[in-house]
């Protein structure tokens, strides 16, 4: 068995093909506001905003913060997929052995916390034993957990996970496992699956799908992706505003710039949060 240890430099939100893209510049008011809205957001009350703002502030480079703040949460949360989020961005932000909760989760008899734990590992790495992830993508019973499995294990280099998740995206008939496939082809997979990716838009059922599938093409450099997600930024629907603020940054969309900057001050805090995160690491 090998022993995974999965480089948080090679895990960071940088897709194929956008490292080395001109950057942004902010201004001293507008990057403290992004701030404000991280520091806010990691105080809420709302849990998953908070671990949002978490990830972003580690991307900004206070990972130190976010390790203070997170740390006690961890100690006393019982539900394992709150646990998966607090261990990840621990992880994230520098604690590596926080992952070893991960895979200790995907052990667990009880499911309640098998996909969380797949879907981080993937997003921060791991060190130590990949048993548990490799028994998570051998069993088919449940799909996302193989769909998030092999997420974990292709982004790691595993040929036989990434044949998987293209497969999927290319069969799969239902559109809440296909547009996952698909979501994570535009993160770790390259320009051949472009095409792909795009031959699915026409199935899909509702704009919340076409979206996701859109921002994978954006992610993989597609201008007819791009010019989608600029619109996405607009969305009546506050699900997809968001995500298309994380893609923004992770495609390197500069052009986004001011769009981002005005989401700044979106009703929903999951905006907000994701537009700060997308402007701060497009200034870096």
Same mark, same amino acid.
């Given at each position: @068995?090998?022993?995974?240890?999965?480089?948080?430099?090679?895990?960071?939100?940088?897709?194929?093909?956008?490292?080395?893209?001109?950057?942004?510049?902010? +201004?001293?008011?507008?990057?403290?506001?992004?701030?404000k809205?991280?520091?806010?957001?990691?105080?809420?009350?709302?849990f998953?905003?908070s671990?949002?703002?978490?990830?972003?502030?580690?991307?900004?480079?206070?990972?130190?913060?976010?390790?203070?703040?997170?740390?006690?949460?961890l100690?006393?949360e019982?539900?394992? $997929?709150?646990?998966?989020?607090?261990?990840?961005?621990?992880?994230?932000?520098?604690?590596?052995?926080r992952? $070893?909760?991960?895979?200790?989760?995907?052990?667990?008899?009880?499911?309640?916390?098998?996909?969380?734990?797949?879907?981080?590992?993937?997003?921060?790495?791991?060190?130590?034993?990949?048993k548990?992830?490799?028994?998570a993508?051998?069993?088919?019973?449940?799909?996302?957990?193989?769909?998030m499995?092999?997420a974990?294990?292709?982004?790691?280099?595993?040929?036989?996970?990434?044949t998987y998740?293209? +497969?999927?995206?290319r069969?799969?008939?239902?559109?809440t496992?296909?547009?996952?496939?698909?979501?994570?082809l535009?993160?770790?997979? +390259?320009?051949?699956d472009?095409?792909?990716?795009?031959?699915?838009?026409?199935?899909?059922?509702?704009?919340?799908?076409?979206?996701?599938?859109?921002?994978?093409?954006?992610?993989?450099?597609?201008?007819?992706?791009?010019?989608?997600?600029?619109?996405?930024?607009?969305?009546?629907?506050?699900?997809?505003r968001?995500?298309?603020a994380?893609?923004?940054?992770?495609?390197? @969309?500069?052009?986004?710039?001011?769009q981002?900057?005005?989401?700044? +001050?979106?009703?929903?805090?999951?905006?907000?949060i994701?537009?700060?995160?997308?402007?701060?690491?497009?200034s870096?």
């Open positions: @068995m090998k022993n995974w240890t999965v480089s948080l430099v090679l895990l960071g939100l940088m897709s194929i093909g956008t490292a080395g893209a001109e950057g942004i510049k902010l +201004d001293a008011t507008t990057r403290a506001k992004c701030l809205v991280l520091r806010d957001g990691l105080n809420s009350a709302e998953w905003p671990i949002h703002a978490a990830e972003a502030l580690t991307l900004a480079g206070k990972g130190k913060e976010v390790r203070k703040f997170l740390e006690p949460k100690k006393t019982t539900d394992d $997929q709150k646990r998966c989020g607090l261990a990840r961005e621990l992880s994230r932000a520098g604690d590596k052995a992952s $070893q909760v991960l895979l200790d989760i995907l052990k667990k008899k009880d499911d309640h916390g098998h996909v969380h734990a797949a879907e981080s590992l993937y997003k921060v790495g791991w060190t130590g034993d990949g548990p992830i490799e028994a993508f051998a069993q088919t019973s449940n799909v996302r957990l193989r769909l499995a092999a974990a294990l292709g982004r790691n280099g595993n040929a036989e996970a990434m998740l293209r +497969d999927r995206t069969e799969e008939k239902d559109p496992l296909y547009f996952i496939s698909a979501w994570v535009g993160r770790i997979g +390259d320009k051949s472009i095409e792909l990716i795009r031959k699915r838009i026409p199935d899909a059922p509702d704009a919340w799908t076409k979206a996701f599938l859109e921002h994978s093409l954006a992610n993989l450099g597609d201008p007819e992706g791009r010019q989608a997600l600029v619109r996405n930024l607009k969305s009546d629907d506050a699900r997809i968001i995500y298309a994380v893609f923004a940054g992770e495609a390197r @969309m500069v052009s986004t710039k001011a981002l900057i005005k989401l700044l +001050d979106d009703e929903n805090l999951d905006a907000r994701r537009a700060a995160q997308a402007l701060l690491v497009l870096r």
